[in-house]
């Protein structure tokens, strides 16, 4: 944390997966709020796994896939250092292909660098990754602590702040400083169907964390602007591009159109990158039908219904207040 | 039906409750599409319970509401005309009272007219109410039939329609209509949290008078309509005001937002009345909160979390393409 600021409280969510051992205890999203359960993952399939079943989202996703490699050298004990590099690939591999819309790939490179670096000057493959990973890491907990200060500096009392999904934990956090300091604030979650993260997960931390939250149904984001009951909006992003677009959990976009229809700002907390130009270039998830079509296990139609599901959308940097970025790679 | 068009195919959802002796069987929307069930309703207070309890919505409010005066002159035989009226006036007000954003009392107010005007002029006021309503229904009847043909004729083949809520048959007989004159059509249903009349009702109905129909969570508007997969949206309206401005499900306002920024022709089927100025002077009925932070009955929150669940918004009327009208009143 720069300077002698107060830390936060954590939320859960905050850091949602942990190392233990060789088994990367990863907090299972979907149990939220009814339960705090910890998933062991002891391998890169049941890796994939919780990915591909939404386990884990967003942060989560980023921390499972490092871990995963540290996971994996722990289990290596035996192998060569070429060895070891080759497991690692086969590793990268299977998280690059785990989802579309995060870039995995652009994490993934940079542990195999690192180990083929140590291969071709005949370094310690092992030590190579860990020191990497863990220092990389230590960094990332660093720039997200700061960004939540950063946040709570935005806040202001008085501030009705709508936000979409959930941003694990940095919203929580920099909600609780604030209010610290004395300011009174309000947030707005949307429900976000169909995963609910919004209901499931952000009012859930919010709430924990000492705030006051109101849930809406995704449908009400216009009516509230419209009645002037929100100030601020606060989302973040899953992927960002070169020239400001980003990608975020489906109905950001047409929540960014809103709040630029009724001038409200509208802020994103971004990991930039240049690695993919604009918007347009971003791969989108198109996810199963049925997570749309069921609700806790529930049809919700009955007959020839198709469903569509985009999992993402983009948002056009020109609908973009401000950012508060954090460096990731 | 004007002219000799044929008659489309009817939706349960068109014509939702009927008068059998001294019971009005109205359709339980709540049942949908898991069952096709009537509730029975002998009572005012019973007329009153199931469209507090949004059992029945739009349309099949104004059914009710009409309907309960049949069913109170039915259960009347032995009062005097002056002690009718006088029924009819408690039954007025324990409808008008219901909920706030449909226009009961402009129906209701017409019913207690022709019963005065009987009175007034020594007539038999049981004839009277029942010959009145029975027209009143016919007209209404025909006219809605018409609407669905003129929706038919606005379907061009290749249109791939969006609609939010549900629009009590008229949309599902329309492109019925229209696909049996050989067009080809796709519509896109917005799930319309938090009550689902989207996936429960439109998509259901859509889809049984054989539609292809693709259900959306109502967070992905905004991706269609950018992704070009959506050329016009046809909704319908709880309350219109003179300006041509109108009340629908919440939801509405922020579709016509994003339809108007992308160009795409935005249509309501409207009910037009002189009676409200403008949209800022419709009572918007805000819904308990329990409603949205439960879902099937399981709670979709955990801990301190308000809900706030306004049921309907307004859309101003530059952001419609067209209306499509019918006169009730």
């Known amino acids: 944390m720069p300077g002698n600021a107060k830390l936060p409280k954590e939320s859960p969510l905050f850091w949602p997966a ?6 990367l205890k990863v907090l299972d999203e979907t149990q939220i709020p009814e339960k ?13 796994r919780v990915i591909k079943q939404m386990k884990t989202r967003a942060f989560g996703q980023f921390l499972v896939v490092l871990n995963t490699f540290l996971l994996e050298v722990r289990k290596s004990d035996n192998l060569s250092d070429k060895a ?8 990268t591999e299977q998280l690059n292909n785990s989802r579309p819309t995060f870039p995995f790939s652009e994490v993934t490179s940079i542990v195999i660098r690192w180990a083929e670096d140590a291969v071709a000057h005949g370094k310690d493959v092992r030590r190579a990754v860990v020191q990497g990973i863990n220092g990389y890491l230590a960094g ?65 931390e919010l709430q924990r964390l000492g705030a006051d939250v109101t849930l809406i149904a995704d449908n009400a984001v216009g009516s509230v602007m419209s009645d002037g009951l929100v100030n601020k909006v606060i989302v973040g992003s899953d992927r960002s591009c070169a020239n400001g677009d980003f990608a975020n959990k489906v109905g950001t976009y047409q ?19 240049k690695k993919i130009a604009a918007g347009k270039d971003i791969p989108i998830e198109i996810r199963n039908a049925s997570e749309l079509l069921t609700f806790y296990k529930k049809k ?29 790679s």
Chains 1, 2 share one sequence.
């Open 140 to 204: 990332v907990r660093e720039q997200r602590l700061f960004r939540v200060q950063r946040i709570a500096q935005l806040l202001e009392s008085g501030d009705s702040v709508l936000t979409h999904c959930n941003v694990s934990g940095e919203l929580a956090m920099a909600a609780s400083m604030a209010q610290q300091e004395g300011k009174e604030l309000h947030f707005f979650a949307t429900e976000t169907r169909p995963y609910m993260q919004g209901a499931r997960l952000t009012s859930w």
């Open 36 to 48: 705090l359960e910890y998933i062991p993952v002891t391998s890169t399939a049941e890796a994939v």
């Open 84 to 91: 070891l590099l080759q497991k690692l690939k086969r590793t």
């Open 18 to 23: 942990k190392l233990r051992g060789t088994t």
């Open 300 to 328: 919700i139609v009955a007959g020839v219904v198709q469903g569509f599901y985009p999992g993402f959308d983009v948002v056009p940097h020109e609908l973009v207040t401000d950012t508060i970025a954090i460096k990731v």
């Open 255 to 273: 929540i960014a159109v809103l709040a630029n229809e009724f001038g409200i700002p509208f802020y994103v907390l971004t990991q930039p990158s």
